[in-house]
């Protein structure tokens, strides 16, 4: 991380940043929990495994795993529920059989769209708030907070 000479926080300003960022977190963690419901019952988890879908209409297991930040055991565990539930079709790859391709089903596409679309317009709601100089702002603050969270 590099610093750009300011000075270091005091106590109480780390006290200060800390609470509003685990009220930042918490607050998403429940959002999230609550759109599943929401969202033809599709959880946070499961949505960022099948997002890639959206784009590319057949992929392979470790792709979505990598894409989702999840190992391919992980995924392949919840690729099996998403089928029982008739979310995704899981196929050999005919060009190479060590490889598991994964498709939406129509009815699979068809909720990740409505979901999808229906993220997107209540994240423009919810943005809507703070003013575009704000929400400059907030992107590039956003990308500063990345690697300090990742320091934990």
């Not at 997002?51 to 979505?64: D, T």
């Amino acid at each position: 991380m590099t610093t750009t000479g300011n000075q270091p926080p005091t106590a109480a300003e780390v006290d200060e940043l800390v609470q509003a960022a685990d009220a930042v977190f918490f607050a998403m963690r429940k959002a999230r929990s609550a759109g599943a419901d929401r969202d033809g019952g599709l959880s946070l988890p499961q949505v960022t495994l099948l997002e890639p879908l959206a784009a590319e209409p057949k992929l392979p297991v470790g792709r979505l795993a990598a894409a989702a930040d999840v190992t391919i055991p992980t995924a392949t565990r919840m690729l099996q529920q998403l089928e029982a539930a008739g979310v995704v079709v899981r196929r050999r790859s005919p060009e190479d059989e060590r490889k598991v391709l994964v498709t939406l089903t129509p009815d699979g596409g068809e909720r990740l769209t409505r979901l999808l679309d229906r993220r997107r317009e209540r994240q423009a709601e919810a943005f809507g708030v703070f003013s575009p100089a704000e929400r400059r702002q907030l992107v590039t603050l956003l990308h500063k907070l990345v690697p300090v969270i990742t320091l934990g």
